[in-house]
């Protein structure tokens, strides 16, 4: 089994609030592999939108990102992808 692990800081203004926290979600759901997100102390399945934003994560906090199966390596991109492109917001 593939097991991959990044991050990326949050550098949309408001961090994950609602709306980057579901497209965050729904990236992650379109990937067979398991998908955690660890800020802090704090764990989440990255296909949960309220654990997702009960991570409490904001701008320039970095969000680690550890993917396990098949497609890991794609999600993982995917993901980091998306943070990077700022949540398409700006």
């Known amino acids: ?3 991959v692990e ?3 800081v949050i550098t949309n203004s408001v961090g994950l609030h609602a709306r980057p926290a579901r497209l965050l979600v729904q990236t992650a759901a379109q990937y067979r592999s398991q998908i955690r997100l660890q ?3 704090k764990t989440a399945n990255a296909k949960s939108i309220v654990g997702v934003l009960k991570l409490g994560v904001s701008c320039g906090d970095t969000l ?3 993917a396990e199966g098949e497609d890991a390596e ?3 991109k995917a ?3 998306l943070v990077e492109r700022k949540f398409d917001e700006e």
Request: net charge negative; no cysteine; aromatic share 12%.
């Open 1 to 3: 089994m593939v097991v």
């Open 6 to 8: 990044s991050s990326a």
């Open 39 to 41: 800020f802090g102390e």
């Open 64 to 66: 680690a990102f550890r």
């Open 74 to 76: 794609e999600a993982l």
């Open 79 to 81: 993901l980091v992808d």
